[in-house]
């Protein structure tokens, strides 16, 4: 079974820094798009950042870029995401996504099949 358990979460002031994790089980990390959504309270869930595990390509929402990275350790099935500059709007429960098939839109929420447990970042002003 795929399984995705992301953590790092936590409360920081704006300008701060979090990394987040998410250790992947039951896939083939080089054959799957995973990445990063969140959901702020009100909001939809939005995707912030994914990578093609099979090409190693990168995408990032307008909202993020430049101040979060997504990266990943194949060997350790993990993927990250470093954010840096963190800003009260990021605020959210953020949680990692897979999918095996490459979608026609990288940051569409329907295109994942496999989503983790969510962990929280809180970003106070």
């Known amino acids: 079974d795929v399984q995705l358990q992301a953590s790092g979460g936590g409360s920081v002031q704006a300008g701060g820094s979090l990394r987040l994790s998410c250790v992947a089980s039951?896939?083939?990390?080089?054959?799957?798009?995973i990445g990063w959504f969140r959901q702020a309270p009100g909001k939809e869930r939005e995707g912030v950042s994914c990578m093609d595990g099979y090409d190693g390509k990168t995408v990032y929402a307008d909202s993020v870029k430049g101040r979060f990275t997504i990266s990943s350790d194949h060997a350790k099935k993990m993927v990250y995401l470093q954010m840096i500059n963190l800003k009260p709007e990021d605020t959210a429960v953020y949680y990692c996504?897979?999918?095996?098939?490459?979608?026609?839109?990288?940051?569409?929420?329907?295109?994942?099949?496999?989503w983790g447990q969510g962990t929280q970042v809180t970003v106070s002003s």
């Open positions: 039951g896939f083939n990390f080089e054959q799957y798009i």
């Open positions: 996504v897979a999918t095996p098939i490459r979608p026609d839109e990288f940051l569409l929420q329907r295109e994942y099949d496999y």
